[in-house]
Structures are given as structure tokens and as C-alpha cells.
């Protein structure tokens, strides 16, 4: 079984940032694709960025492109969210995601089977 630990989330004003991290613990591999989704107020959840196994590769929804980076460490088993000049509609519940069997960055949160609790993120204007 796996579990994943989210931090980071909390109170932010418009243009600030935030550092979301997340820690993967029990039976996980170095090769699982890892993410973040999202689920703003009365919406569904959505994809906010994905990295690969080693790294390598990472993807990001067009919203917040060039705004979030993602990263990993996998000596710790953690990733890294760092989110800049956040905007109000970044607020959300954002959720840590794992993917057993996938090594690449996919967007759909099918792929992933083993989810965080979520931590609110919210942005004043």
C-alpha cells in the first residue's frame, strides 16, 4: 500500500507563492509517474502538472504554465509544487496523485491509483 502525505497548502495573496510538497511512503518505486490535480469550488477536479519517474519530462496544464514547477526528489520519495504569481483562480483543493504502472506524465487522473488527502489553496485578491 502507498501513501501520500500533502503540505504547503494555505493563505496567499494574489502574486505570491506557495511550495506544495508531497511525500510518498510504503511500497512505491522510483519509476511511478507522479501529479497534481485540482479542484477549485463547485468544479471538478482538473490537472494541474505532471513529472515523470526520473524527472525528465514534466507537463503542465496551460493555465498555470510558466507560473508552477514541479519537481521531485527521489531519495526522498517527495515532490515538489512551487506555485508563483498565484491568482485568485488558483484556488482549490489540490491533490497529490501516483501512478503504479506508468513511468511518463499522463493528464488524466484515471491513470494515477493512489491519491493524497488534499490541502486548500487559497488566494486573496
Known amino acids: 500500500q502507498v501513501q501520500l502525505v500533502e503540505s504547503g497548502g494555505g493563505l496567499v495573496q494574489a502574486g505570491g507563492s506557495l511550495r506544495l510538497s508531497c511525500a510518498a511512503s510504503?511500497?512505491?518505486?522510483?519509476?511511478?509517474?507522479m501529479a497534481w490535480f485540482r479542484q477549485p469550488p463547485g468544479k471538478e477536479r482538473e490537472f494541474v502538472a505532471a513529472?515523470?519517474?526520473?524527472?525528465?519530462?514534466?507537463d503542465y496544464a496551460d493555465s498555470v504554465k510558466g507560473r508552477f514547477t514541479l519537481s521531485r526528489d527521489n531519495t526522498k520519495r517527495t515532490v515538489y509544487l512551487q506555485m508563483n504569481s498565484l491568482k485568485p483562480e488558483d484556488t482549490a483543493v489540490y491533490y497529490c496523485a501516483l501512478s503504479r504502472w506508468s513511468a511518463d506524465t499522463p493528464r488524466h487522473y484515471a491513470e494515477y491509483d493512489y491519491w493524497g488527502q488534499g490541502t486548500q489553496v487559497t488566494v486573496s485578491s
Open positions: 510504503g511500497r512505491t518505486l522510483s519509476v511511478n509517474a
Open positions: 513529472i515523470s519517474w526520473s524527472g525528465g519530462r514534466t
